[in-house]
């Protein structure tokens, strides 16, 4: 008794500690921030909001419309009062440490439903470094919202509630579109659980939810609406990606010509190989993911035939796997999809926590030193180093949670 409200000290402590290291930098980051593309996105669709403008009709948007709420709500939170650009952004941040501390708290419900209580205060320490490291961009962009709904969706998941599990999964699709990337492993679990009315329900909870919040967009927005989509896929190739940072890594060494431009929010990367690259990375997408989910299938069964249920853990390594192989494989990879997988990565394995502290720290010193406008050769040494150790952090994860005979198979042919 006496250890467990030691324990349940130590968490009040770090969830306490976290709040404050994030609202400290926040503050100390706030006027440097002011004036950014993504928070004067969220400034002004919360402005012109409250205008009585309508998205996708009345003005541009390039997220989905659930999106809205992220931006809207520090304007509520000043009651709509004021227009001043410096209150909005410390609401906002005061927004995203309470998105932040909320996360904490359903990590100590995966845990303890997952009965891993000697890791318990390790994975909230690494949480709240993941979550310090990379806070330039965790506090003053909204991908919090949509994390804690995916984060939500699996916490319903694992407690046998398919329909909230749809209902949080659509919210977060309906407010960053990634999300749908989880709706197959969800739905291997059920499977594996042969819990077949719950795959109806996860269904029904997440198409129910994407549909009805589209809905009035799609009525009101006079044949815009997928503005949103439209944009995303004109866009190029960014060069934080994966294969932007191969191919600048080879022009750094003079094998091919590359040059830089602003475009999308972001700086893409113009060279000869661009095409090639976009027309491939679709299909290395479906080749990767469709090798991880009958992985993820075997492995569950194999949970489920050794333990009567599919075990957490594997749970939580096929979801991080989904998120992983979608940004290696994406076009784009901006820092703030970090903040997508922290919450995942807080559960691993120690070993893999340190791989996933070096992922935090090469992405804050990639955003902090040099200029990609220049092609700064540290910069793009930075940026590939990130990428790679994303890279070996979904390989390690990968072959982590083979299936037994694969993993047996795999032993005899070495």
């Not at 996933?356 to 793009?380: A, E, H, Q, V």
Request: aromatic residues 16%.
């Amino acid at each position: 008794m006496q250890t467990t409200e030691i324990t349940k000290n130590w968490i009040t402590r770090i969830i306490a500690i976290q709040a404050i290291i994030l609202l400290i930098i926040g503050l100390l980051t706030l006027r440097k921030t002011l004036g950014t593309h993504d928070l004067n996105l969220y400034y002004r669709s919360s402005l012109y909001l409250l205008q009585g403008k309508l998205p996708y009709r009345d003005f541009d948007l390039e997220y989905p419309p659930f999106a809205l709420i992220a931006f809207i709500l520090p304007r509520i939170l000043t009651l709509g009062l004021t227009n001043n650009s410096y209150i909005y952004a410390f609401f906002f941040v005061i927004q995203n440490v309470f998105f932040s501390s909320i996360n904490t708290i359903l990590l100590l419900n995966i845990i303890s439903k997952s009965n891993s209580q000697p890791h318990k205060i390790l994975a909230l320490i690494f949480y709240t470094l993941f979550a310090a490291i990379v806070s330039p961009v965790m506090l003053w962009r909204y991908d919090l919202f949509p994390t804690l709904l995916t984060v939500l969706a699996l916490v319903t998941v694992i407690s046998l509630r398919p329909t909230f599990a749809g209902i949080f999964l659509g919210f977060g699709i309906a407010a960053k579109l990634y999300p749908v990337i989880l709706l197959p492993v969800f739905t291997v679990y059920y499977f594996a659980n042969r819990s077949y009315r719950a795959i109806l329900n996860l269904w029904l909870g997440t198409v129910g939810t994407v549909f009805l919040i589209f809905l009035p967009f799609i009525i009101t927005s006079h044949g815009k609406f997928f503005y949103f989509l439209t944009y995303h896929k004109e866009r190029g190739l960014q060069i934080e990606s994966f294969s932007a940072g191969i191919i600048s890594l080879i022009h750094k060494f003079g094998f091919i010509e590359v040059k830089t431009i602003a475009g999308y929010g972001s700086r893409n990367i113009v060279s000869p190989l661009n095409d090639i690259i976009l027309g491939l990375l679709p299909w290395l997408l479906i080749v990767l993911y469709s090798v991880m989910l009958i992985n993820c299938f075997y492995r569950f069964r194999e949970d489920r035939y050794d333990n009567q249920v599919v075990k957490n853990k594997s749970l939580v390594a096929y979801s991080l796997l989904a998120l992983l192989i979608f940004i290696v494989t994406s076009k784009v990879f901006s820092p703030q999809y970090i903040v997508w997988i922290v919450p995942f990565a807080a559960l691993l394995k120690p070993r893999q926590l340190i791989l996933m502290l070096g992922i935090c720290l090469t992405t804050y010193i990639m955003m902090t030193f040099g200029s990609f406008r220049n092609l700064d050769f540290g910069k793009i040494l930075w940026l590939n180093l990130r990428n790679v150790l994303v890279l070996g952090l979904g390989v390690w994860v990968f072959l982590d949670y083979l299936p037994g005979w694969v993993n047996l198979r795999l032993r005899r042919n070495w």
